[in-house]
Structure formats: structure tokens, C-alpha cells
């Protein structure tokens, strides 16, 4: 198992407490300050991913459940679009990946509130970071980070300019988030509400040929 950069100081500052407290009051008094421990890394847990190859993908940016599928105006391009939401809780590995090869051709930062991930109200009022990326066909497709109740930070490697590639990872979300993907209207969706999906491996849909 792969811990994510992110959260290497925070793992080891945990264990080297935990280590040293067990020392000094023995497990009695530790036992608690092991399961916190044991939480802490299973949520920055960040383990490799078979990448779907597949002529078309979309895969999912995110690992957890599909919480909303449904025609919209896309608010960062401002087109109609299709829009794929994915709800993270605590216990989905938070790294996220770019869900098709492409251009960045822009990045908006936007802070906000702190409302539960879940509610569709997030994606317009909470703290997000998007991306949009155009692909070598020239399909658009935007990519948005948003913060949840718990998170409060959003982590993104990725700049404007930059080229990607499929399932490649770009950024993590603190503590339970959510990710949205707005897609070409032709695009064919291959997930289902309520489904959960893996970051990087699932398709979420497919890009029709040109």
C-alpha cells in the first residue's frame, strides 16, 4: 500500500506519538491513539491503478459513489453539458486523476463554504478548484475538485498549459469531498447512479468517434 504524499508528515508525526506514548503509558493507554492511527493512514492510502485503455474512456477522477447524472449548463465554459458527480466519504482513497489525455487549456480556483459534499449545493457554493481539459479530438471536458463538510483543503499539481494523460494523478481533497466531470452532450455515460467506482480504472463514459 502506497501512502499519499500528502499526507506523509501527518502519518509519520501520528506514528512517532503513538510509538512513543505506547513506550511511555504502555497499551492500555495507547490503544485509541493506534486506531486514529490506523484511520489516518487508510485515508491516505494511495495505491496504484490498472488504467482503462479502452479507444473512448472517460474514466472517473474519483474513488467513491456516483451521486448525480444529469443534463446542465456547464457554469465554467458555459455550454450544455452532461455532468457526472462522485461523492467521496472518509473511507474512499481522496487522489484524484484526470479522466481523459488532453490540453489544460484553463484553471479556475474558488473559495467557499463548507457544506456536506453530497448535496448538489456544493458544487455551486463549496471551495473548488477546476480544470478543463480539451483532448487531442478536441472534446471538453472539466474536471472539478470540491471540498466537503470535513475537508478544507485542496491539493492540485496540475497547471494551465500542462498536457495529461489518462489516469494520471493530478491532485487529493482532505477528509471527504466530492468531484464533478462535465462532458460533451454526445458523450455516452457508462455509469449509473448509485454505482461506485474506482479512480483511474472505471469508465464513467465514452466519447463518441469523430
Not at 494551465?160 to 482532505?174: A, L, N, P
Amino acid at each position: 500500500m502506497i501512502i499519499a504524499r500528502e499526507g506523509w508528515s501527518i502519518v509519520g508525526v501520528g506514528a512517532a506519538v503513538t510509538v512513543v506514548l505506547h513506550w511511555a503509558l504502555g497499551a492500555a493507554w495507547a490503544w485509541p491513539l493506534w486506531l486514529v492511527l490506523f484511520f489516518v493512514i487508510q485515508f491516505f492510502r494511495d495505491p496504484p491503478r490498472e488504467i482503462s485503455e479502452a479507444v473512448g474512456a472517460i474514466v472517473s477522477p474519483a474513488h467513491g459513489k456516483v451521486v448525480a447524472i444529469e443534463r446542465m449548463r456547464d457554469p465554467y465554459l458555459d455550454r450544455d453539458a452532461l455532468k457526472v458527480s462522485i461523492f467521496m466519504n472518509v473511507f474512499s482513497v481522496h487522489s484524484n486523476r484526470i479522466p481523459m489525455a488532453g490540453h489544460i487549456r484553463g484553471q479556475w480556483y474558488h473559495a467557499g463554504r463548507f457544506f456536506n459534499a453530497a448535496l448538489d449545493k456544493a458544487s455551486r457554493e463549496n471551495e473548488r478548484n477546476a480544470l478543463w481539459v480539451q483532448t487531442p479530438t478536441g472534446e471538453d471536458i472539466v474536471v472539478v475538485q470540491i471540498a466537503g463538510l470535513i475537508a478544507r483543503r485542496i491539493s492540485c499539481d496540475i497547471k494551465h498549459g500542462e498536457r495529461v494523460t489518462t489516469g494520471q494523478r493530478y491532485g487529493f481533497i482532505k477528509f471527504g469531498s466530492r468531484v464533478d466531470v462535465y462532458l460533451p452532450l454526445e458523450a455516452d455515460i457508462a455509469t449509473r447512479l448509485g454505482q461506485w467506482v474506482l479512480s483511474g480504472t472505471d469508465t464513467i463514459a465514452y466519447l463518441r468517434s469523430r
